[in-house]
């Protein structure tokens, strides 16, 4: 008789993870090639720059996908695996990521009303038409709920250079068009495209490119296509419709995963609570007592901080002067140092270069950076968001008793530098529509 052989033997399976290098680019198009597992995911990638750069992590660092033959990009969504992402592109593709900041990427769970505006929303009858924020996510989150997008687009037709505007309606089946106005039986409404196997992604040059009747353009691609003629092209009147478009065909695609990438970050900080920087945590303090205190007071938070930053440039300039130069000029030159060296400054930037840029890092409210004037050598303008249009504000240099400041309002709030400027207005909403939230950062890889 055989006896079996006693299991003295305890076997462990290691799974094995092949390596891929992968080259990213930032946007002042330096790159650089990382060595990564195969299982790689975006947000993993973005964590990867965000410590090999230095940069805070404040959730808004993203991956892109640019296809520049189409002259397309989207957001790879936090939890894709970036290998998979790269597979769709073929052998002699010259499409590339790009590593930036996305603030707009998951603002719709914060502010979902302003990204949804009502006459291009329907939903159930349950709700009796009155919705508010958290009911209005919680709708499209859940896949018992019939949300439905609605409203006129302009469509690319097949084969040819024309466009022509459509009633279109999407559903968590697809998207359909109404080849009769602005009906929704289902005789009438023509399928386009599906997103199981699909991606949205936004046209870069849609006038001049597509020909397309607004540079408010976006399109539908299937996965594994990269021919400009399996393209569903798409163009909206303007920035927020085609923005609730592809908002809402992100959360038809990836439904409850888009809400875990939104909040996956902060379950983490409570886990291992880390120092982030944010328009909360600024805070006007007064240290002249014995104890500390807020400064609630706006006008008072002007006051101290125009004398501090007075101080602080009559110190600088006697530092300065004690070498033997004018203290005028020294003090320019020092309040030059100052915001040259500051992330949101950004220099030489035309004002359309300022618009792009903000529009590539997401239009919401707050988003600025502050760049040289073009029309005016010795003045600056501050870019910046609301309501998903940008407006562009003069920084005015002020002269008085041979010191020179920098005012928004025609010298009735004065600054004695550019950094003090924007840190009142991070505080301090003042002559602008809304505070300074997020600023414009550019990185070299």
């Excluded at 499209?140 to 250079?161: D, M, N, V, W």
């Excluded at 399996?230 to 478009?245: G, N, P, V, Y």
């Excluded at 618009?355 to 239009?363: A, E, F, H, M, R």
Aim: hydrophobic share 35%.
């Amino acid at each position: 008789e055989i006896l079996p052989i006693p299991n003295i033997f305890q076997y462990r399976y290691t799974p094995i993870y092949y390596c891929h290098v992968i080259k990213v680019y930032s946007e002042d198009n330096t790159s650089r090639a990382v060595e990564v597992p195969s299982d790689i995911t975006a947000r993993d990638i973005c964590q990867l720059f965000i410590l090999k750069n230095h940069c805070i992590d404040d959730h808004s660092w993203t991956l892109f996908e640019q296809i520049p033959h189409l002259s397309i990009e989207r957001t790879i969504e936090d939890h894709e695996s970036v290998m998979e992402v790269q597979s769709g592109w073929g052998m002699d593709s010259n499409c590339c990521l790009y590593f930036r900041k996305n603030y707009a990427k998951y603002e719709f769970f914060k502010k979902p009303l302003d990204f949804f505006p009502e006459h291009m929303v329907s939903i159930s009858s349950e709700t009796n038409g009155i919705m508010n924020h958290s009911q209005l996510i919680q709708t499209f989150l859940s896949s018992s709920s019939c949300p439905e997008i609605h409203g006129f687009l302009h469509a690319k037709e097949h084969g040819r250079k024309s466009w022509k505007k459509f009633y279109f309606v999407l559903r968590r089946s697809g998207l359909y068009f109404s080849n009769k106005g602005t009906s929704k039986e289902p005789r009438h409404l023509q399928f386009i495209a599906e997103f199981s196997d699909s991606d949205v992604y936004t046209l870069l040059s849609a006038k001049k490119v597509y020909g397309a009747p607004t540079d408010y353009g976006f399109c539908v691609k299937a996965s594994k296509s990269n021919s400009a003629r399996d393209l569903k092209l798409l163009c909206a009147d303007d920035e927020q419709t085609r923005t609730c478009w592809v908002t809402a065909m992100r959360l038809f695609k990836y439904g409850m995963q888009l809400y875990q990438n939104f909040v996956q970050p902060y379950q983490k900080q409570k886990s291992s609570p880390m120092r982030s920087i944010s328009e909360n945590s600024l805070v006007a303090m007064d240290f002249s007592g014995h104890k500390s205190r807020v400064i609630e007071n706006p006008s008072e938070a002007l006051s101290v901080a125009v004398e501090e930053g007075l101080s602080w440039r009559r110190k600088s300039c006697h530092r300065l002067s004690s070498h033997g130069s004018p203290s005028t000029s020294l003090s320019s030159m020092s309040s030059i140092a100052i915001h040259v060296a500051q992330p949101w400054f950004h220099s030489k930037l035309s004002r359309d270069e300022a618009q792009k840029l903000i529009t590539q890092q997401g239009l919401i409210d707050g988003v600025f950076l502050v760049r040289d004037s073009q029309s005016n050598p010795r003045t600056f303008v501050l870019s910046l968001c609301h309501t998903q249009k940008i407006k562009h504000f003069q920084i005015v240099p002020v002269e008085e008793n041979s010191e020179l400041f920098y005012s928004l309002d025609d010298g009735h709030t004065r600054f004695t530098d550019l950094l003090q400027l924007v840190e009142f207005y991070q505080l301090n909403r003042g002559v602008l529509p809304c505070k300074l939230k997020h600023h414009c950062a550019r990185i070299t890889l």
